[in-house]
């Protein structure tokens, strides 16, 4: 059994379905409650790999944050450790950040459930390969980040161009959320009511009970599969 680190940003952001991933694939998690003051690790000596979630800061407001900058150096460690990395979110952007790519502000935000495509490459990737080519995951940010050099693009939706990637053999970073449950969206909308506006949360919530389901077996496949990746101990 290996054991995962997991670095939470917010407490309402929890790693969902991935934890039944990780489960039956026997390995034990780890929370770092990083909004709550628990020191982010200087490396992960003792564990198997890192995931990083997602939360409502911005990878460029590490002077309100500073452990952001933490989490940016554990990457960078975990990267070169040849350790499984996943980042969701906030955790997608930090690995952005990690790689050298600029991460900024989108036009608008992009809140709810909307069709993601992948690209001709995820066909051969070890996580994405055999997911169908068009599904529709849920969607919580504002930021957007750049494709990092040396990267293989993997998703976009129709407003974000760059929803996923792989770096090397062992780094996925997925901007939007296959890991959520209808209880965690339901969560969210009462989290963090102040981004939503009018009928927002109506519709999320709606979307919610359309399309949840059908997205249940794709995140099982695809955190699945991350949690059987070969990587030190």
């Known amino acids: 059994m290996s054991r995962i680190i997991v670095i939470q940003h917010h407490r309402a952001e929890g790693i ?16 770092v409650k990083a909004f709550d003051g628990q020191p982010v690790p200087k490396d992960l000596k003792g564990a198997g790999g890192l995931i990083v979630m997602g939360g409502p800061m911005g990878v460029y407001e590490q002077d309100r944050y500073p452990w952001l900058a933490d989490e940016i150096r554990l990457i960078e460690s975990a990267i070169k450790d040849g350790k499984p990395v996943l980042g969701i979110c906030l955790g997608s952007q930090l690995i952005a950040a990690a790689l050298g790519a600029k991460v900024v502000k989108g036009p608008s935000p992009e809140l709810g459930w909307y069709p993601v495509t992948l690209d001709p490459n995820a066909a051969d990737d070890r996580i994405f390969g055999g997911m169908p080519k068009t599904f529709t995951p849920c969607h919580w940010h504002g930021d957007i980040f750049d494709l990092p050099a040396g990267t293989t693009h993997l998703a976009s939706s129709e407003k974000t161009a760059n929803q996923a990637f792989r770096y090397g053999d062992s780094v996925w970073a997925v901007l939007f959320h296959l890991e959520i449950t209808p209880e965690i969206v339901a969560k969210w909308v009462e989290s963090f ?14 979307d919610t009970d359309r399309f949840a389901t059908a997205a249940e077996p794709l995140a099982a496949e695809l955190f699945g599969k991350w949690a059987t990746l070969p990587g030190p101990g």
Do not use: D, F, M, R
């Open 16 to 31: 969902g379905v991935i934890g039944e991933a990780l489960s039956t694939a026997a390995h034990a998690w780890q929370y």
């Open 193 to 206: 009511a102040n981004q939503l506006h009018g009928e927002q949360s109506a519709k999320i919530l709606a």
